[in-house]
Nanobody, 125 residues
């Protein structure tokens, strides 16, 4: 069974940076579209970023474009989310997700069937 484990969350001041990591195991993820989602208190889980199996294709929600970068290392079965210029509104639990199939418009929760447990990111003002 596929497993995803996130790490790297924490408390940071506005303007700071964090790097989230997602370790994948249990099956081969080299052909998976990998995504990051986040869920703030009282809000629905929302798409943040995704990357194709090769890492050549990436996609971001508008609010993080130019600040966040998604990347992957298939040799290590790792996916990363580099977050710079963090804002208080970025505060949320961040989830790593995977879906197996071709690159398509995978930007909703139901597009992904493998999820991590989440890591908390808190940005203070």
């Amino acid at each position: 069974q596929a497993q995803l484990v996130e790490s790297g969350g924490g408390l940071v001041q506005a303007g700071g940076s964090l790097r989230l990591s997602c370790a994948a195991s249990g099956r081969t993820f080299t052909n998976a579209v990998m995504g990051w989602f986040r869920q703030a208190p009282g809000k629905e889980r929302e798409f943040v970023a995704r990357t194709s199996w090769s890492g050549a294709l990436t996609d971001y929600t508008n609010s993080v474009k130019g600040r966040f970068t998604i990347s992957r290392d298939n040799a290590k079965n790792m996916v990363y989310l580099q977050m710079n210029s963090l804002k208080p509104e970025d505060t949320a639990v961040y989830y790593c997700a995977a879906t197996f199939g071709p690159w398509a418009n995978q930007k909703t929760v139901t597009d992904y069937n493998n999820w991590g447990q989440g890591t908390q990111v808190t940005v203070s003002s």
